[in-house]
């Protein structure tokens, strides 16, 4: 297996320490310790001495990661372990020993183009989508995970932006982003061939708004460390969302509502933005934080390990209404798809669950 110097650097050093175990939002849900960074680098590096065969056990183990970088953000030496799990992802696959559970959603890229298969049927969402189907300045770029359970949510971002006068296209036949596929197989071939085509769909616009924050982090970070550049301006859906409050294009007058913002990690640690949808929810009601936010958030949702590890990622979001709640919140709001599913299937009574745009709309 190929590993990279770095990749084995890094696991060789990342084998010693239990300071980032308290972080994992796995191993916060499964309470097993070979859910640890630490734990699978002592594995892995072994492995990439050649003491030992990756087994099914090993790429497992592998896969039961987020990639969600917490242990990365918590480190104190300044290691990164999502270097070693995600490119042990690639050697996995370019083996040959692809978990079983891993292979339906490989097989469904090849068929559909989309790691889930067939879009989600929604009228509300395709009449919407239609509205805006002709060439402009602006792409509003959905993303796989809301296209494939969250058009309801889509909506109400369209909704939102045609109440600000905004002038955008949404596609029909809109490219993945290579997100997905990045994050089972690695730096992979056909990873970065969809990274690219849809760079090349961006191009051709001069702004691109990425609803959902995975989106974002790939295009904005993900791709361009790969050397996949793109001419459009990239920005999140938080920030444009800031952008059009500040110019006064959304008028938002405050409510009584104390938001709960539930940060995704791909936004924070990602593209390094906090403030973003903190303006947003400010400027609606009052923020009722919870204490583990911005670069330390955890994580509250995977649509892709869902497909795999349901009762795990059902705990994660289940262990965030508790964070949240101990806070003396009740409203979560959410800019990510992945975990608004997440906490829609957990939430408990009592409790409201938004979208920052429908948080929005209701202050207009």
């Given at each position: ?11 060789d050093a990342c084998r010693f ?205 993900e791709a361009k460390e790969l ?138």
């Amino acid at each position: 297996m190929q590993f990279s110097s770095k990749c084995r650097e890094t696991a060789d050093a990342c084998r010693f320490c239990w300071m980032c175990r308290h972080i994992c939002p796995i191993g916060n849900v499964t309470g097993q310790e070979r859910n640890t960074a630490r734990a699978r680098a002592l594995s892995l590096s072994v492995v990439m001495r050649g003491a030992a065969e990756l087994d099914k056990d090993i790429a497992d183990n592998v896969y039961e990661c987020a990639l969600c970088g917490a242990c990365t953000e918590d480190c104190a030496t300044g290691w990164d372990p999502v270097i070693f799990a995600r490119e042990s992802r690639r050697e996995i696959v370019l083996a040959g020993r692809t978990p079983a559970y891993i292979m339906p959603m490989l097989e469904r890229f090849g068929e559909s183009g989309s790691i889930y298969g067939a879009e989600e049927e929604n009228d509300a969402f395709a009449a919407a989508a239609a509205r805006h189907a002709a060439k402009t300045d602006i792409l509003l770029y959905i993303g796989e995970d809301a296209r494939h359970g969250a058009k309801k949510n889509a909506v109400k971002a369209i909704e939102l932006l045609e109440k600000a006068g905004v002038d955008f296209t949404v596609l029909c036949d809109e490219p993945v982003s290579g997100r997905t596929l990045y994050f089972l197989c690695g730096d992979v071939k056909e990873a970065r061939d969809a990274m690219e085509a849809a760079a090349n769909t961006y191009g051709e616009y001069k702004k691109v708004v990425f609803y959902d924050a995975g989106d974002a982090k790939t295009a904005m970070q993900e791709a361009k460390e790969l050397g996949i550049d793109c001419a459009a301006a990239l920005v999140s859906f938080p920030a444009y969302i800031a952008e059009l409050i500040d110019t006064k294009a959304l008028k938002v007058n405050k409510g009584d509502k104390k938001y709960t913002f539930q940060d995704p990690a791909a936004l924070t640690r990602g593209i390094e933005d906090t403030v973003s949808p903190r303006k947003v929810l400010s400027a609606c009601g009052e923020l009722c934080d919870m204490l583990l936010i911005g670069k330390a958030t955890v994580l509250a949702g995977q649509k892709i390990m869902a497909e795999y590890m349901p009762e795990t990622v059902k705990g994660m979001a289940a262990k965030r209404w508790v964070d949240c709640k101990n806070m003396g919140g009740s409203v979560m709001v959410t800019a990510d798809s992945a975990e608004y599913l997440a906490l829609e299937a957990t939430k408990p009574d009592g409790c409201e669950l938004l979208t920052i745009e429908e948080a929005v709309l209701q202050c207009l």
